[in-house]
Nanobody, 121 residues
Framework: QVQLVESGGGLGQAGGSLRLSCAAS????????MGWYHQAAGKQRELVAA???????TYGDSVKGRFTISRDNAMNTVYLEMNSLKPEDTGVYYC???????????????WGQGTQVTVSS
């Protein structure tokens, strides 16, 4: 098991920046993919950004060029740097870690509790 704790949310202004952090309770070396999801009010959760163990990054179309995902293995933490914020970035951001389980050929999935981001225009 692993606990994920997000921080860094809050109120931002359009055009401004915020940085989210997701700290894991143990080493992140064993995780295959670490990512951030966004859930706006009344909408489904959607992928914002993900980074693999090998360092490959994926971004949702709405955040490409504005958000950057990174990780600090020594701190067991994944970050989401959010720049050029837009009001539509408002919502709850969840971090998500996936770990491959060779016993059942599936992935164990872990979620943080979520952190609220509100962007004012």
């Amino acid at each position: 098991q692993v606990q994920l704790v997000e921080s860094g949310g809050g109120l931002g202004q359009a055009g401004g920046s915020l940085r989210l952090s997701c700290a894991a309770s143990r080493s992140i070396f064993s995780f295959n993919t670490m990512g951030w999801y966004h859930q706006a009010a009344g909408k489904q959760r959607e992928l914002v950004a993900a980074i693999t163990r090998g360092g490959d990054r994926t971004y949702g179309d709405s955040v490409k060029g504005r958000f950057t995902i990174s990780r600090d293995n020594a701190m067991n933490t994944v970050y989401l740097e959010m720049n050029s914020l837009k009001p539509e970035d408002t919502g709850v951001y969840y971090c998500n870690y996936k770990q491959y389980n060779p016993i059942n050929s599936g992935f164990a999935e872990y979620w943080g509790q979520g952190t609220q981001v509100t962007v004012s225009s």
